[in-house]
């Protein structure tokens, strides 16, 4: 899941092919693009002709995670796991 961090840094949507769990989760609710499960084929394909055909849809993708891509930072996340460990 470190991978979703540096997809969300470079600004870049995510396609998840994964097991239910966190980061199919956080791709999906948070709009950073989609995830699907492994045996999920024919929406995973839907998915790519959609998003193929439609330019507009990846530029949206792109504006939301650039209006959160600061919360989800490694520097964020290193900075909340210090202040936690500290006395």
């Known amino acids: 899941s470190s991978k979703i961090f540096d997809y969300i840094a470079a600004n870049l949507p995510i396609l998840g092919v ?6 199919h989760d ?7 693009g989609k995830s699907f499960h492994y045996c999920d084929k024919s929406s995973l394909g839907n998915y790519i002709e959609k998003i193929v055909s439609n330019k507009l849809r990846l530029i949206e993708l792109q504006r939301t995670i650039e209006s959160q ?19």
Do not use: C, Q
């Open 18 to 23: 994964l097991p239910a769990g966190d980061a």
């Open 26 to 32: 956080v791709i999906n609710n948070k709009g950073f």
């Open 69 to 87: 891509k600061d919360d989800w930072s490694s520097e964020k996340h290193i900075e909340e796991i210090s202040s936690l460990i500290r006395i």
